[in-house]
């Protein structure tokens, strides 16, 4: 086979350069992340002034984490390094409470963003003759812009094709003889078992190739979607808060992934303790940007669980790979490839007069779809006694919760005491799915 | 005007029957039901000899009810009874939203029990077409 390398000078650097890269790197990072509100307040309180106070990456050490949280704070301007007229592009995500964070971006910014996915697809062999069809939702949601500008640079021929709609996903997939595409593994699955329905068979595809991300997802769900399609699939990492797809990715010995530390440093900590953990052992993944003008994140918690491989891999590329995801530390949920944390649902439910404090969420799998039921109770003193008050009631509790989360969920109504009480915690989120 | 009591039920076993133990532990007694069933939930309604009482004990029994006012109309219990009260019904903007009746040998007729949105006005209406509407009181001593 070609070489493997979009740029074999970076991504088999040696390590000692690298480290001294991320040095330099680091230190342009706290530079601009001292402009923003926030790290002025945050750094200087943990005697970091200037950018100078870093001597070594082990004074990486002496600055704070940042977490969701914080990023929440500072919305909408508390975390911007740049003079807006700068930024290009912005993408927020709902935040856990109903206020969103943001990621602004300079062109800067975006070019380097747009690389990291170039040089990931290019390791996992997708070329200039490619035809890639890009099935995650376009627009905030950073998975379907970040491929589709990765592709494009590398000279793919680009179907911007979105999330949904199966039957023309089939159709374009036939018509434009779709090589790549990427998506999540469960609408790979409803993809597979739709095919027949529609009238297409495995004949009419070209596919060779996957990546599916969003949503973790085992060896077993590649291996079974690998032999369904007759393709290899290829695992990623990413998050909004670090650009989005691009932060990690398997190469062609589809062995782990490889997080780009040119554009990142990574540490795993302790969740708890929030000490470093040695190679090999599972913890917290902690991000710090390199590259990235407008919004430097610094020691950012991602609550991802995950562990450095030890072992280079055989492909020589220098960058550490880090172990597909195994959980969070927190109660987020990714349902049909969208983050969703419940106190997001709980602050919906909150609003609702007519209905009580009690709610339980329930993730059950209809085919290969998540399916997101939203359990509340009717609350006594306002129940009006009518039935077209009540599914107006439903209706709008799916409304909102639409608006706040973007899926749509089915909503039902319950009798008073009925759902677990408000402080039983545990018993508010009921998952019945089976893993991927 | 007649009350009837709507009770907001869960769609599981066993509630209608935790409805009727609430009412028989205060010694109410329940003279017409019907169900409406909406998937996961449903509405119970009740005419009951006490409403008062048995909204009382509903909601102590932590069931979400409300009184609503009803349409009680007396109707000749033979076949087209039904009908000729129906047909007498304002062409327009009547819309029934549920109804459901039984015999009653106390009134050697039978009692419709009719919801509609205007309850006040359609009562008038069927009165002025000769149609005998029961109060409350009647209804509860039925």
């Given at each position: 086979m070609a070489t493997l390398f979009r740029d074999k000078a970076v991504e088999s650097i040696e390590r000692g350069a690298l480290e001294k890269y991320q040095l330099t790197y680091l230190r342009k990072s706290v530079e601009s992340a001292l402009k923003t509100p926030f790290y002025q307040k945050r750094l200087k309180k943990a005697g970091i002034s200037c950018a100078d106070k870093i001597k070594s990456l082990e004074d990486l050490d002496r600055i704070p984490f940042t977490v969701k949280d914080d990023l929440r704070e500072s919305y909408p301007r508390g975390l911007l390094a740049v003079d807006i007229k700068d930024v290009v592009r912005i993408h927020t995500s709902s935040g856990t409470t109903g206020i969103p964070t943001v990621i602004y971006h300079t062109q800067h910014d975006l070019d380097c963003w747009t690389e990291l996915v170039t040089r990931s697809i290019y390791a996992c062999g997708v070329r200039d003759e490619d035809v890639f069809q890009n099935m995650m939702t376009y627009g905030m949601f950073t998975g379907g812009l970040g491929l589709h500008y990765g592709a494009e640079r590398l000279g793919s021929l680009v179907i911007p094709s979105s999330s949904g709609n199966t039957q023309r996903q089939l159709q374009l997939m036939k018509d434009f003889q779709t090589t790549v595409v990427h998506a999540t593994p469960s609408y790979m699955f409803h993809l597979a078992t739709k095919i027949g329905e529609f009238g297409f068979t495995l004949k009419d595809l070209f596919l060779k190739k996957a990546f599916l991300g969003a949503e973790p997802y085992s060896e077993n769900t590649r291996r079974k979607i690998e032999d369904f399609f007759k393709i290899d699939v290829y695992n990623s990492y990413g998050l909004s808060e670090m650009n989005g797809p691009g932060v990690a990715f398997e190469c062609v010995e589809k062995n782990n992934m490889h997080l780009w530390e040119d554009a990142y440093i990574m540490e795993i900590i302790h969740p708890q303790t929030g000490k470093r953990v040695p190679d090999g052992e599972e913890g917290e993944l902690v991000l710090t940007t390199l590259c990235r003008q407008a919004t430097p994140l610094l020691r950012y918690r991602t609550r991802d669980l995950t562990m450095i491989m030890p072992d280079p891999c055989p492909c020589g590329r220098t960058h550490r790979r880090i172990f597909r995801i195994t959980g969070r530390t927190d109660d987020m949920m990714i349902i049909n490839g969208v983050n969703v944390f419940p106190s997001q649902i709980e602050q919906v439910i909150m609003r609702v007069p007519e209905v009580g404090n009690n709610y339980q969420i329930c993730l059950t799998r209809e085919g290969a779809l998540d399916r997101l039921t939203v359990k509340v109770e009717i609350y006594s003193k306002l129940f009006a006694g009518d039935l077209s008050e009540l599914e107006k009631l439903k209706a709008k509790i799916r409304d909102m919760l639409k608006a706040s989360i973007i899926i749509n969920p089915v909503v039902e109504l319950h009798e008073?005491?009925?759902?677990?009480?408000?402080?039983?915690k545990s018993k508010r989120v009921v998952d019945l799915r089976e893993k991927l | 005007m007649a009350k009837q009591i709507n009770v907001f039920v869960d769609n599981r076993i066993g509630r209608i029957q935790s409805i009727t133990e609430a009412l028989f532990r205060e010694n109410i007694n329940i003279r017409a039901m019907a169900i409406q069933d909406r998937g996961e939930f449903g509405l119970v309604k009740l005419i009951v000899d006490s409403p008062e009482r048995a909204v009382e004990a509903l909601q102590k029994n932590n069931f979400a009810c409300k009184q609503k006012d009803v349409l009680a109309v007396v109707i000749e219990d033979k076949p087209g009874g039904l009908y000729q009260l129906l047909k007498s019904f304002p062409e327009d903007n009547v819309n029934i939203l549920d109804a459901y009746g039984f015999a009653a040998e106390t009134i050697k007729g039978s009692v419709f029990f009719i919801e509609v949105k205007d309850a006040g006005q359609v009562s008038s209406f069927l009165q002025g077409k000769g149609y005998k509407i029961l109060t409350d009181q009647e209804v509860m001593e039925l």
């Open positions: 008073p005491g009925s759902l677990p009480s408000f402080e039983l | -």
